[in-house]
């Protein structure tokens, strides 16, 4: 709201003025208004301008006058009229709006004039029926004379098409025969002919991350938890000075927004113990087991690129989890509110903490929350619905014993690539973000996101663990044994040798025939959902 008022404002100089220093006075604005927050340093910045607004204002104006009327005319023969534009005014919304709907009549008009009277249309090597067509091929007919060979093709009748077909060779040369035919070499280069798609294009991931909020106020990565590369990458993310220049917050799913002010303390470079900041990456709700050290790590990176910015622009970290307090849950009936309006709260935090005061944010989420399903997710919908127009990467990878294998690891690392019109757009979207471990479903990856990040092929990733040294015979692994009881209704074994592991099964060759298998270990199924799921939140706490 402040900087619309700002632009309003600086309407009240002249048009030569605001054409030159306009831009720049906004952009003076923004950068004076994440700079300068709270109540004193606010009133301060706004008594500067309206200081300045009222000696400059008449000031411009006199100057575009005296500009105006001292400009030197042009001398011409005797009798020869001369003519001087003394301000050129762009044409009125009005005007602009008429012409465009004149425009688009007239385009109209002129295609129906041409298709109207055609009852055959010739493509290439041949045509659509004419005489004793039906329905369906004449309308194909009709749209062809607007689309490219592809979508006509696509259109024609099945037996026109196969006849079509027949006569150009498959393995032609030339693409352009191949492509009227109906033929497109496969991506692999291989196998049947395919639709034609694209060829992806990875560019590297923190360029892509940051050009992206040149046109979007909020980015959202679907990450996979835990994932060491994954969270290698986001580190030197966040020391980019490109990147804290032009992002304003980090929302995090892994922060229990009930120790928001502990962080921002933190954050800033305030000298605050430990064991009291870290209870919002190891105090979150919907975690279940003890939280991977990525994300303390990340916690960390932020800090040490705000200390080295003193007295510059600050990244802040927006805690997005539940503010559920561990000493007051006791039961499922008590967790069940909190865990059941996870992504509620998330959105909600965004609006309050970033979309209501304008700024520009770095989204982090499991995958799963944020892939559109059924359209946009809860998360998505609700920022889409408060204005912000979001941009959605997903991780993924090859999935497992996949024939992708060769084209993803030619990729560089980390990449994002952009999923509109590629091949790799028209992949399944659930074993292409989970590594082969979910199955196939009719969801494309095209209609499940924007854009890919690839940190790596599927073997090739690790996931980080808290070190058993950590958890085991101490108070904080004994909480997560209460806590997992409460989740899932029993405890199970969480302790590891190792801290950094696999991130995906290595795939277990099927046996020829069928043998009985002994159940897999590992976490029991949950529990039914609590009735409370649907209660409302409790009243929000202050943060601590």
């Not at 298998?517 to 409302?536: F, R």
């Amino acid at each position: 709201m402040s900087e619309k008022i700002y632009a309003l404002l600086l309407r009240l100089y002249p048009r030569q003025f605001r054409n030159t220093y306009g831009n720049e006075s906004l952009q003076l604005f923004r950068d004076r208004s994440r700079t300068e927050r709270g109540i004193f340093p606010t009133l301060r910045l706004w008594i500067d301008l309206l200081a300045d607004f009222a000696v400059s204002i008449p000031l411009e104006h006199r100057r575009a006058r005296l500009a105006l009327i001292g400009s030197p005319v042009p001398s011409q023969p005797d009798g020869v009229p001369s003519f001087r534009v003394l301000e050129s005014d762009s044409l009125r919304p009005e005007a602009q709006l008429a012409g465009a709907l004149l425009s688009i009549l007239a385009f109209c008009s002129v295609l129906l004039l041409i298709g109207h009277p055609a009852r055959s249309l010739p493509i290439g090597t041949w045509s659509f029926p004419s005489a004793n067509a039906d329905p369906a091929s004449l309308s194909a007919a009709s749209s062809a004379t607007g689309d490219s060979d592809a979508d006509a093709i696509a259109s024609t009748p099945s037996t026109d098409r196969k006849t079509a077909s027949a006569t150009v060779d498959p393995e032609s040369p030339n693409p352009a025969e191949r492509r009227r035919a109906g033929f497109a070499s496969s991506p692999r280069g291989d196998g049947p002919p395919q639709a034609s798609a694209a060829e992806p294009k990875p560019l590297d991931a923190t360029h892509a991350v940051i050009d992206a909020f040149a046109t979007h106020n909020i980015v959202m990565i679907g990450e996979i938890h835990g994932n060491k590369q994954l969270h290698d990458w986001l580190r030197q993310l966040v020391s980019t000075p490109a990147f804290d220049d032009r992002v304003d917050d980090i929302v995090v799913e892994f922060g229990n927004s009930l120790y928001q002010r502990s962080v921002d303390r933190y954050i800033s470079g305030e000298d605050v113990p430990l064991e009291q900041v870290q209870k919002a990456w190891r105090n979150v709700i919907g975690a279940i087991g003890p939280p991977s050290p990525v994300y303390q790590q990340l916690y960390q990176a932020v800090r040490e690129a705000n200390l080295r910015r003193r007295g510059k622009h600050q990244l802040r970290i927006v805690l997005g989890d539940p503010y559920g307090d561990w000493e007051k849950i006791k039961n499922a009936e008590d967790l069940g509110p909190y865990l059941g309006h996870r992504d509620q709260c998330y959105a909600q935090v965004v609006k309050e903490e970033v979309l209501a005061r304008h700024h520009r944010a770095l989204l982090i989420m499991g995958s799963g929350h944020l892939l559109r399903r059924n359209g946009p997710g809860v998360v998505e919908r609700t920022l889409r619905d408060a204005g912000a127009q979001p941009y959605l990467i997903v991780f993924g990878t090859n999935p497992a014993g996949s024939d992708l294998d060769k084209r993803f690891s030619s990729w560089p690392r980390p990449s994002v690539v952009s999923l509109s019109g590629t091949w790799l757009g028209d992949l399944p979207a659930d074993p292409v973000a989970t590594g082969g471990m979910a199955p196939a479903t009719a969801l494309k990856l095209a209609d499940a996101a924007d854009a890919l990040l690839f940190i790596g092929p599927r073997d090739t990733l690790t996931q980080l663990r808290m070190p058993r040294s950590e958890l085991e015979g101490t108070a904080y692994g004994r909480e997560i044994t209460r806590r997992l009881t409460i989740q899932i209704g029993q405890p199970f074994n969480f302790l590891n040798d190792e801290t950094e592991v696999p991130q995906f099964p290595k795939p277990q060759p099927q046996p020829q025939q069928p043998q009985p298998q002994a159940a897999a270990a590992g976490p029991p199924p949950l529990p039914p959902i609590p009735k409370s799921i649907n209660d409302p939140l409790p009243p929000r706490p202050p943060s601590q």
